[in-house]
């Protein structure tokens, strides 16, 4: 089984998806852009949003490589970037500051799409993140699959989360979502240094 699935990897990736992407913390954003939405609507709405945003961070993790070698962006400097980006959004979970939905800017756009799907799920963070894990591989068939299955896992999650927001917004209570949330920012945080201070020490052992 060792041979086809990596437990580490699996669980490195989908707990930094899960703490950037944030399924709970989702819930009063979903269930404030799809307020006037039926039982219904809002079902697809979130089926549409787990589409984009998986189709976004899968594109990414395919594709990520080219791009890379098409600017001549090193690996190092990913993670550094990728580690400064996933500190400010952090500091966003930690303060308070993502809480709020960011306005469509066109009440004709879908919001599954934009903002929900993207950037809200699919955002810079996961999309950096998800590029540092494919690029830190080693290309072997058991890391391809624990990164598609902690993909994968990650969207069932945020599918669940807005499937049953409303049962989850009333156990977790408005207090409850932002302590998670707050939990979410510090190891997103820890996270976020960790990636820094590799990116650091590639840089001194290629100078």
Same mark, same amino acid.
């Given at each position: 089984?060792?041979?086809?699935?990596?437990? =580490?990897?699996?669980?490195?990736?989908?707990? @930094?998806?899960?703490?950037?992407?944030?399924?709970?913390?989702?819930?009063?954003?979903?269930?404030?852009?799809?307020?006037?939405?039926?039982?219904?609507? =809002? !079902? =697809?709405?979130?089926?549409?949003?787990?589409?984009?945003?998986?189709?976004?961070?899968?594109?990414?993790?395919?594709?990520?490589?080219?791009?890379?070698?098409? *600017?001549?962006?090193? *690996?190092?400097?990913?993670?550094?970037?990728?580690?400064?980006?996933?500190?400010?959004?952090?500091?966003?979970?930690? @303060?308070?500051?993502?809480?709020?939905?960011?306005?469509?800017? !066109?009440?004709?756009? !879908?919001?599954? *799409?934009?903002?929900?799907? @993207?950037?809200?799920?699919?955002?810079?963070?996961?999309?950096?993140?998800?590029?540092?894990?494919?690029?830190?591989?080693?290309?072997?068939?058991?890391?391809?699959?624990?990164?598609?299955?902690?993909?994968?896992?990650v969207h069932v999650s945020l599918w669940l989360a807005m499937r049953f927001s409303g049962v989850i917004r009333r156990v977790l209570r408005d207090s409850g979502t932002i302590l998670f949330t707050r939990i979410a920012g510090l190891l997103l945080a820890a996270?976020?240094?960790?990636?820094?201070?590799?990116?650091? =020490?590639?840089?001194?052992? @290629?100078?």
């Amino acid at each position: 089984m060792s041979e086809v699935f990596d437990g =580490r990897l699996f669980s490195e990736v989908f707990i @930094t998806l899960f703490v950037i992407m944030d399924p709970p913390g989702i819930v009063p954003i979903f269930l404030g852009l799809t307020a006037a939405m039926t039982g219904k609507q =809002r !079902n =697809r709405a979130a089926r549409q949003a787990i589409l984009v945003s998986f189709g976004v961070i899968v594109s990414f993790a395919i594709f990520g490589q080219q791009l890379l070698s098409y *600017m001549h962006i090193s *690996m190092a400097a990913l993670q550094a970037s990728g580690g400064l980006l996933l500190l400010l959004i952090a500091m966003e979970l930690l @303060t308070g500051k993502s809480e709020e939905p960011a306005p469509s800017g !066109n009440k004709g756009v !879908n919001v599954a *799409m934009v903002p929900l799907g @993207t950037p809200l799920l699919a955002g810079p963070g996961a999309i950096v993140a998800i590029m540092v894990f494919v690029q830190s591989s080693d290309k072997s068939t058991s890391d391809w699959v624990s990164i598609a299955l902690a993909a994968v896992a990650v969207h069932v999650s945020l599918w669940l989360a807005m499937r049953f927001s409303g049962v989850i917004r009333r156990v977790l209570r408005d207090s409850g979502t932002i302590l998670f949330t707050r939990i979410a920012g510090l190891l997103l945080a820890a996270i976020a240094v960790q990636l820094v201070a590799d990116a650091v =020490r590639a840089f001194i052992e @290629t100078s």
